[in-house]
């Protein structure tokens, strides 16, 4: 793909950080593995089956094996694919490929489900991502996707940006926007979704210390990969000072650091003549008094009060 910087990520940065992180991800996958979980629950609470299904952005591969696990025989065909080569070179599928998430190579109609666990939050176009998820979609076909919202790293952001605004006179982007619960249900319809529904969970992790929190990010793949960030290493004494307002503002009684992640889940269908449609106004064949058992009362209209109201 392009590597142009045409929107808030540097995607080309982003899959070098995906690589790095490659051969370390299986030590820190603990929050992906939280999001696969809740997307195979969801997925354990449908009554039907589906033939082929793609893991988009996989990271290693997790998701294969919590569904042999959690939900064995539910999905047939398995496709799985990230956009870092070195992430998909440790998957255990065969049926792997490298995908950039806003790029999807495949044709239309191919897939009865598709789910991503922990990679869209950093797509440039999340609508346009959406749309070619839809495409991808066979009628009918599920998507299920858990991406970092809301207040994720708020602590983080606001520690850095008090000290780099006391050491250096000014902030610089640290930490990705994230999307809002609220705006994501909009997305989905936006997208072209039936019967969308988002919901999210927050998780606090605890940490030693700010620095062990930054390594920690840094293996999962998560560090800066904003478009206009700084290209310099950051100033040793800005570093200081924002472990030293984070610990103050944000440590637990253990003297932990604690870092809040917002996990939204997005669930969304493609589009059926099959689904159920909601009835027409006025089209409903039972009464509701008839449905409650009781006996329907027609009210007099009520004549306009001419009485002025009390002071």
Request: aromatic share 8%; glycine share 6%; hydrophobic share 40%.
């Amino acid at each position: 793909m392009d590597d142009i910087l045409t929107g808030p990520f540097d995607r080309r940065m982003r899959r070098l950080r995906r690589d790095r992180a490659a051969d370390k991800f299986v030590a820190q996958d603990f929050l992906v593995k939280a999001a696969t979980r809740s997307i195979t629950e969801r997925l354990s609470e449908i009554n039907r089956d589906f033939d082929t299904a793609l893991d988009l952005g996989g990271h290693i591969g997790g998701f294969r094996d919590a569904a042999v696990e959690q939900i064995p025989g539910k999905i047939g065909q398995l496709y799985q694919c990230d956009q870092s080569p070195r992430m998909v070179a440790q998957m255990a599928n065969p049926y792997r490929l490298v995908a950039d998430e806003e790029a999807l190579p495949f044709a239309a109609a191919s897939f009865d489900l598709i789910v991503s666990a922990l990679s869209l939050h950093m797509v440039n176009d999340l609508p346009g991502t959406l749309l070619q998820i839809r495409h991808c979609l066979k009628p009918d076909g599920l998507f299920i996707g858990a991406m970092f919202g809301g207040e994720t790293l708020t602590e983080l952001r606001q520690a850095f940006a008090r000290a780099e605004i006391e050491q250096e006179g000014g902030m610089s982007p640290r930490v990705a926007p994230f999307t809002d619960i609220r705006d994501a249900g909009s997305l989905l319809q936006r997208a072209g979704f039936t019967m969308p529904v988002t919901d999210f969970e927050t998780l606090t992790v605890t940490y030693p210390s700010l620095f062990r929190l930054m390594q920690e990010l840094r293996d999962m793949g998560e560090s800066n990969s904003l478009t206009h960030r700084h290209k310099h290493f950051s100033r040793r004494q800005t570093l200081l000072r924002a472990a030293e307002i984070y610990h103050d503002q944000f440590s637990e009684p253990d003297q932990r650091i604690r870092a809040r992640f917002d996990i939204i889940y997005l669930t969304g269908w493609s589009p059926s003549p099959d689904q159920p449609k909601p009835l027409r106004p006025g089209s409903a064949r039972m009464r509701l008094a008839d449905a409650l058992g009781t006996s329907e009362t027609v009210l007099p209209a009520r004549m306009p009060d001419d009485t002025p109201p009390d002071e």
